[in-house]
Nanobody, 127 residues
Framework: QVQLVESGGGLAQAGNSLRLSCAPS????????TGWFRQAPGKERDFVAT????????YYADSVKGRFTISRDNAKNTVYLQMNNLKPEDTAVYYC????????????????????WGQGTQVTVSS
């Protein structure tokens, strides 16, 4: 089972940017789609973005479309979430997750489709 580790969270002012990274803790040759989710205090975990293993397909939540960009570098086994024009409502713990599928262009959008999760990284946006 792949263990995922997120990094890059922190404190940012509204309008600024952060970039999150997600990588396996050990070496892996597995092919998996990667999703980002977030959970604010007292709220349910929400889908943010997903990218297929091939990188050819991406999908975003409406709340982040046009501000966030998901990308991947398979040579580095790393998936990124570039977050621009941050808003206070983006404050949450951000999690990355992996989904294994024979379809390298599949972009799962529900958390139940993901079988491996990271521990999360805190993003706090001040106004």
């Amino acid at each position: 089972q792949v263990q995922l580790v997120e990094s890059g969270g922190g404190l940012a002012q509204a309008g600024n940017s952060l970039r999150l990274s997600c990588a396996p803790s050990g070496r892996t040759s597995s092919r998996y789609a990667t999703g980002w989710f977030r959970q604010a205090p007292g709220k349910e975990r929400d889908f943010v973005a997903t990218i297929s293993w091939s990188g050819a397909a991406t999908y975003y939540a409406d709340s982040v479309k046009g501000r966030f960009t998901i990308s991947r570098d398979n040579a580095k086994n790393t998936v990124y979430l570039q977050m621009n024009n941050l808003k206070p409502e983006d404050t949450a713990v951000y999690y990355c997750a992996a989904h294994w599928d024979m379809n390298i262009n599949y972009t799962p959008r529900s958390d139940y489709e993901y079988s491996a999760w990271g521990q999360g990284t805190q993003v706090t946006v001040s106004s």
